[in-house]
């Protein structure tokens, strides 16, 4: 008998698109100084600490990297207010994401996902052959009650955006507090807050209480949103104790660089950067609300450095349109959001120029 040589479920995956680089769009369309509003990166550039600190230690890449990343432990414990053992430092989130699925999920097991948020989830839950359910938002927000209905005796793993990447909204520390309550112990749920840094509504949850108190609740934060290191790939999630050694087994070796690890550390000290990030991430977001609300364009609240334009017919011919004027956003139709597209909150100058283009382009 003839064996295959993929299994089912690789071949079923369908692959991430992520958005378009810049080199791709100046080479495809020979433009130069296109802007890039697609990736949810920060418009300000690296954070300058962590550029100096990787020019510093530049010399020492013959060496492999501390595979246990002991000082950016040492240093986010000491500001979380956590131990070094609650935490794990990876090639971005995306890295811990997988190891998530890879450490929780047996063959038999489901994980429970939201309909439109972040795809690597269903990714990494694919790439394990885990089961899966996907639950619809509700007005553009994760549906935790409908999340908990789904919960079968087969379900150990759920994953939550908060914020919901493409949605820009969130769910309160209330809405999340009612929602653990009501699970069972034996769920492992995985937190994604990646644009934590953003948010100023003082209704988003303390999940790092559910760490402290040892409950099954793994927490995920990034380098690559306001700390501007997104092409670096560091990121870190935070569990108890006994969770962290679980998924510490089935990381990859050496998965953060030495440069990575440097700018990383270098980075969190770089307040004077994360506050202006916020500033122009804030006012930044009010210019565009009042544009697009000037042209009658929906919009989702968004709490996150991204918007999330809502339109009456599929806007596929519009992102292609903005494309050739040089501005790339996101198309969300493999996020199953048809009508929708998403546009990363730039500088002044970026989302003038965003702006200009949409008008010319509705034209
Ligand atoms: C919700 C969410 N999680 C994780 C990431 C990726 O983070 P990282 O660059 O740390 O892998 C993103 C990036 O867009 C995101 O939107």
Known sequence: MKRELVPEHIKKVIPYLPGKPL???????????????????????????????????????????????????????????????????????????????????????????????FLVYRLAVQAVNGNLITVPLKNYTYDLPAMAKAITP?????????PNNPTGKMVTGEQLDRFLNSIPEHIVVAVD??????????????????????????????????????????????????LIRYIIKVKCLFNTSHLAQVGAMAALDDHEFINEGKRVNREGYQFLAEELNKLKIKFIPSVGNF????????????????????????????????????????????????????KESLE
């Open 307 to 358: 918007i999330l334009l809502i339109f009456q017919e599929d806007p596929y011919k519009l992102y292609e349109k903005l494309l050739r004027k040089g501005v790339i956003i996101r198309p969300l139709k493999k996020w199953n959001l048809p009508q929708e597209l998403r546009v990363t909150i730039g500088t002044y100058q970026q989302n003038l120029r965003f702006i200009k283009a949409l």
């Open 193 to 242: 807050e990646a644009y934590y840094e953003y948010i100023e509504d003082p209704s988003y949850p303390d999940s790092l209480k559910y760490v402290r108190e040892g409950r099954p609740v793994i927490v995920l934060r990034t380098f690559s949103k306001i700390f501007g290191l997104a092409g670096l790939r560091i990121g870190y999630a935070m569990a108890n104790e006994e």
């Open 154 to 162: 087969h379900t150990k793993l759920i994953y939550i955006a908060n």
């Open 23 to 117: 080199s791709e769009v100046e080479r495809e369309l020979g433009l130069k100084d296109v802007v890039k509003l697609a990736s949810n990166e920060n418009p300000l550039g690296p954070s300058p600490l962590a550029v100096e600190a990787i020019s510093k230690h530049i010399n020492e890449v013959n060496f492999y990297p501390d595979d246990g990343v002991y000082y950016l432990r040492q240093k986010l414990a000491s500001i979380l207010n956590l131990s070094m053992d609650q935490l794990i430092i990876g090639n971005g989130t995306t890295d811990i994401l997988g190891d998530i699925a890879r450490t929780f999920l047996g063959p038999e097991d489901y994980a429970i996902v939201a309909d439109q948020t």
